[in-house]
Nanobody
Framework: QVQFVESGGDLVQSGGSLRLSCVASGFAFATSGMSWHRRRPGQPRELVAGISSTGGGTNYSNSVKGRATIARDNAKNTVYLQMHSLKPDDTAVYYC????????????WGQGTQVTVSS
């Protein structure tokens, strides 16, 4: 069964940093692109960042470009999202999924991890 377990979210002040983690299971992680998505209050889920299976290619939304770094550890089936210079507009529930752009397992979203940025 495909499963995603996200962690690392917290309440931080504007300008702060966080590293989110996601442990995935139930599919061939090492050969899958991975991505982070977020749902801001009252808005649909949106892509934040994606990474190729080898980690050699990454993509970022304009809203986080320059402030976020996506990385992965295939030995641990884990994908990370490091974010700095956080803004209140980054407040959201963050999710990971397979696929570097389009989420592959749309019926298997994890519980997400809450990031709240105070001004």
């Amino acid at each position: 069964q495909v499963q995603f377990v996200e962690s690392g979210g917290d309440l931080v002040q504007s300008g702060g940093s966080l590293r989110l983690s996601c442990v995935a299971s139930g599919f061939a992680f090492a050969t899958s692109g991975m991505s982070w998505h977020r749902r801001r209050p009252g808005q649909p889920r949106e892509l934040v960042a994606g990474i190729s299976s080898t980690g050699g290619g990454t993509n970022y939304s304009n809203s986080v470009k320059g402030r976020a770094t996506i990385a992965r550890d295939n030995a641990k089936n884990t994908v990370y999202l490091q974010m700095h210079s956080l803004k209140p507009d980054d407040t959201a529930v963050y999710y990971c999924n397979a696929g570097s752009i389009v989420p592959k397992y749309v019926t298997n979203w994890g519980q997400g991890t809450q990031v709240t940025v105070s001004s």
